[in-house]
């Protein structure tokens, strides 16, 4: 199980622990006009690695954020950060998409042990404000480490998954998309229609955090799920517009001890796409349905 910490937990863990790694995975939707890797160099956790995002999705894919499947690439990427399977890995952001959950739930794909992975609750706000150490520039470059993956396709759900799901239900499926987007509203993203999945249940991401920031106690958070319907004697899905937001429910779960989850990486912006993929006779085969028609 994956551990959520605080600054004064991390300040004891680098200072006592040894094959610690504290990845900065701040990453930002285009719109914001923010640079991550910028952001960083300018201030970040005193010695902390910066993890690019971008660089584990698949760009064969017409599909923004897709996780790349080739163990090889992500061998090397991994590997050049300095990372092994022995490290336990820190992760933080300074983004209000709460991005360490995304890059957290990559390693478990990878095969990282879930039990050496950590996120730093209140990212670099909330270490800022603990009075820890930050510094600028360019960290040194570790020594590249050979880094075994062990792809976990179980933690993914892909788009033939989510079809059979729909006509055959045995995994509930929780939309972390801003209500108004689930409800119909408009899509950020063009060639998107409006909508959700059927059947699937609304499940912001943002009510998951207090005002500063800071996680909710888990006992708010599943009093939450259950109160919008889902069962937690039963699978879950995670969904939003691209994957990313959609990791922060994954992780809320694994707090709780509920083993059954997965992230449909496709999510909105492969579901409710309007072009038709290939075998596909109509968009009938995605159907979307907004809050009027249910």
């Known amino acids: 199980m994956p551990w959520l910490i605080n600054a004064a937990q991390l300040d004891k863990f680098r200072k006592s622990q040894k094959n610690v790694v504290v990845l900065d995975a701040s990453w930002f939707l285009p719109e914001a006009k923010r640079q991550p890797k910028e952001e960083f160099l300018n201030k970040h956790i005193i010695g902390a690695r910066f993890i690019d995002l971008d660089a584990f999705h698949d760009t064969s894919i017409p599909l923004p954020n897709m996780l790349v499947r080739d163990e090889t690439q992500i061998s090397n990427l991994v590997g050049a950060l300095g990372i092994t399977k022995d490290h336990k890995i820190i992760f933080y952001d300074n983004s209000n ?11 478990k794909v990878f095969g990282h042990g879930p039990h050496q992975l950590y996120i730093l609750d209140g990212g670099l ?10 510094e600028s520039g360019e960290p040194r470059t570790p020594a590249a480490k050979s880094y075994a993956v062990t792809f976990e396709a179980h933690f993914i759900r892909t788009l033939m998954q ?24 408009p899509e950020h993203r063009p060639g998107l229609r409006s909508g ?9 991401y943002f009510t998951m955090f207090e005002k500063n920031g800071r996680w909710k106690p888990l006992e708010r958070i599943r009093k939450q799920l259950t109160g919008i319907g889902v069962d937690l004697n039963y699978p879950v899905v995670t969904t939003c517009g691209s994957g990313i937001t959609s990791a922060i429910l994954n992780f809320a779960l694994d707090l709780m001890h509920h083993e059954a989850h997965a992230l449909y990486d496709g999510s909105w912006a492969e579901w409710g796409t309007e072009v038709l993929f290939a075998g596909e006779d109509s968009l009938a085969e995605r159907p979307v349905v907004t809050s009027l028609d249910t």
């Open 162 to 185: 989510m079809k059979t799901n729909l006509h055959h239900p045995t995994e509930q499926v929780v939309d972390l998309r801003h209500p108004v987007r689930y409800a119909g509203g």
């Open 125 to 134: 706000e909330g270490w800022e404000q603990y009075g820890g150490k930050v």
């Open 97 to 107: 998409l709460y991005t360490s959950c995304r890059a957290l739930w990559m390693f």
């Open 196 to 204: 959700h999945i059927p059947g699937s249940l609304c499940f912001p």
